[in-house]
């Protein structure tokens, strides 16, 4: 199986977009993987039946029993994360604010605080056209989002392991939730665009990258929106020995077919399915050279 | 005032949005614009100037192998599995550890200490007059977005007019930085992605209880199920701005839309208008 996670560092460079027309293309047994679990969208491409689902309970977080509570403060003192406040005349946990590390239970001189499990998630389990989708859903505002991206690919993991390919739709960003996505996974397809942001992003990404040493790939996305930052992206990535895959162009065709709830290339020919398509074949290439390397 | 700029879906704008409102603010008085979206910062592209930075750090526990007799108190407490004792010494896994300090309380001989852990920097620059960009930058590889982001919000504590920039998602990075503002203006755009994801983020806004408005972004003409859902979800319409393929350009090679195209400035302190206007200040 080979592990292909679809990343991007800055937001909506058009990841899910490409990672829906990749599973449509690309040939052999696949499961997905929607690792965005904070605003989960590849569902909204794969025309997804659940199967089941189940709930993601995330670390603990204190409750303080008001019956109990002396109102003494030692809990709001000691607590790192403005978690607690006084409410009346005794304290409560912010559920939004608690990391769950369980000082406030350790220093309460009265045992008036107790750790519960809480949901702050789920976990979904459906069948689309191309295989197995696993996607996930945090209550908005819930923390551990890294621990739900660990859940998600754990699922998917254990329940399709024979597959081909394990592709990925990742969350922007370089923070937990990146990192629980790309750890372990064999190759990044980095999706950019050419404008400064994009470029500056691309860079911070890879730098989180090559801490986990996957093979690195780049997409540009809608590169004809600025040729001469399009060239800049191109050009550093050949002074980084980064294989450009593939270079989409703008086309207005894009946000219509997700408009109808489908990936670029199922909506008729056009210039953003070709060029997918190509995308397809050099990335076909580079992971079957890494697939023989191995 | 304290106005965020958020949006559950990323790439919408919301740095377009933020960079151009403290531009607009500045033209008048003094503002202050936060970075908050420290794992990918980027209003710096769009404010070059020299900047001052400052280590953002967290505390660590660093244990004191000469005192400590491997009881397994300390690894027994920590929730997240950063200490592992063994026969002859404790390891410690400094990318699992939430700084909570428990287990320098837990330690019976008092052999842990704290010493701060370098996990990002603050800049502060002066870009143009009245204008002051403080920017969070989360150090590669370090998972923990949190303490950058509230050590560049820490940084701007007593200024009257800030304008905070979010992370997308709507996890904690977001609750971190949307704690305490008194408005928060959500950028779109008229896709089911921003539909579905902006959903997501007004009901960040409400659990925080923080009055919230809609930005439309890359307007095609097609917004009538954003409009719907904002008319039913009684979330302000503040502003629309089109898709254009010169707009589009300023803002990819890190222009200002409200520098090139001064008629924007009015929209921009049409938008603030309505973010008073959402908190009940005139």
Same mark, same amino acid.
């Given at each position: 199986m080979i592990r292909l996670a679809v990343i991007s560092g800055k937001g909506g460079t058009g990841k899910t977009m490409i990672t829906a027309a990749l599973a449509q293309l690309l040939p052999g047994t696949l499961v997905l993987a929607d690792c965005d679990v904070d605003a989960a969208n590849l569902a909204l491409l794969s025309d997804p039946h659940l199967i089941r689902s189940e709930p993601f309970m995330g670390m603990k977080s204190a409750v303080i029993d008001p019956a109990i509570c002396i109102g003494c403060g030692e809990c709001e003192s000691h607590c790192r994360?403005? #978690?607690i406040c006084q409410k009346g005349d005794v304290y409560r946990v912010s559920p939004l604010h608690c990391e769950g590390c369980a000082v406030c239970v350790? /220093?309460?001189?009265?045992? #008036?605080?107790?750790?519960?499990?809480?949901?702050?998630?789920?976990?979904?389990?459906?069948q689309t056209e191309r295989g197995h989708l696993v996607h996930a859903q945090l209550v908005p505002g819930a923390g551990n989002s890294g621990?739900?991206?660990? #859940?998600? *690919? *754990?699922m998917a993991l254990e329940q399709d392991r024979d597959c081909d390919l394990f592709l990925i739709d990742g969350p922007p960003g370089t923070g937990c939730p990146l990192i629980s996505t790309i750890s372990g996974v064999d190759a990044v397809l980095i999706v950019t665009e050419p404008s400064v942001s994009g470029l500056h992003d691309l860079k911070r990404v890879v730098t989180v990258c090559r801490q986990f040493r996957p093979r690195i790939l780049v997409a540009i996305n809608r590169f004809d929106l600025d040729e001469s930052l399009a060239e800049s992206i191109r050009q550093w990535c050949a002074e980084e020995s980064i294989p450009v895959?593939?270079? /989409?162009?703008?086309?207005?065709?894009?946000?219509?077919?997700?408009?109808?709830?489908?990936?670029?290339?199922?909506?008729?020919?056009?210039?953003? #399915?070709?060029? /997918?398509?190509?995308? *397809?074949?050099?990335l076909e290439q580079e992971l079957m050279s890494y697939d023989n390397k191995r | 005032m304290k106005i965020a700029?958020?949006? $559950?879906?990323? $790439?919408? $704008?919301?740095?377009?949005? !933020?960079?151009? +409102?403290?531009?607009? +603010?500045?033209?008048?008085?003094?503002?202050?614009?936060v970075d908050c979206d420290v794992e990918e910062p980027n209003l710096h592209l769009f404010f070059p100037a020299p900047a001052t930075a400052k280590d953002v750090t967290v505390p660590v526990p660093v244990i004191d192998e000469k005192i400590c007799d491997r009881c397994g108190k300390c690894g =027994?407490?920590?929730?997240?599995?950063?200490?592992?004792?063994?026969?002859?010494? %404790?390891?410690?896994?400094?990318?699992?550890?939430?700084?909570? $300090?428990?287990?320098?309380?837990?330690?019976?001989?008092?052999?842990?200490?704290? =010493?701060?852990?370098?996990v990002g920097i603050v800049t502060n620059a002066t870009p143009m007059q009245r204008l002051n960009l403080v920017s969070g930058y989360l150090d590669a590889g370090n998972p923990f977005a949190v303490p950058v982001i509230r050590a560049a919000k820490t940084a701007t504590a007593g200024d009257c007019l800030v304008i905070l920039d979010a992370s997308p998602g709507t996890s904690c990075p977001v609750v971190e930085t949307l704690d305490g503002c008194d408005a928060c203006i959500l950028v779109t755009e008229?896709? @089911?992605?921003? +539909?579905?994801?902006?959903? +997501?983020? %007004?009901?960040? !806004?409400?659990?925080?209880?923080? @009055?919230?408005?809609?930005v439309i972004n890359r307007s095609d003409g097609k917004d009538q199920e954003t409009l719907d859902f904002c008319t039913n979800h009684d979330l302000d319409m503040m502003m629309t701005i089109p898709f254009d393929r010169g707009i589009a350009a300023i803002q990819s090679r890190g222009d200002l839309l409200c520098r090139?195209?001064? =008629?924007w400035l009015k929209a921009f302190s049409a938008l603030y208008s309505k973010c008073c206007a959402l908190v009940g200040e005139d």
């Open positions: 994360f403005n #978690a350790h /220093i309460c001189p009265v045992q #008036a605080v107790s750790m519960q499990t809480r949901q702050t998630g789920e976990v979904m389990y459906s621990l739900l991206v660990h #859940a998600v *690919k *754990k895959v593939g270079e /989409i162009p703008f086309d207005p065709v894009v946000i219509d077919s997700v408009r109808q709830g489908m990936p670029v290339t199922r909506a008729g020919d056009s210039p953003a #399915a070709q060029a /997918i398509q190509i995308l *397809k074949n050099n | 700029v958020a949006s $559950g879906k990323g $790439g919408t $704008g919301k740095t377009m949005v !933020a960079a151009n +409102l403290a531009f607009t +603010l500045a033209q008048t008085c003094q503002v202050t614009l =027994e407490f920590c929730q997240y599995g950063a200490l592992t004792v063994l026969r002859d010494r %404790v390891l410690f896994f400094p990318e699992l550890c939430h700084s909570c $300090g428990g287990c320098m309380l837990v330690c019976p001989k008092n052999a842990i200490h704290e =010493e701060p852990k370098r008229s896709t @089911p992605f921003g +539909l579905h994801d902006l959903q +997501l983020a %007004v009901d960040v !806004a409400d659990r925080l209880g923080i @009055p919230a408005g809609v090139v195209r001064p =008629e």
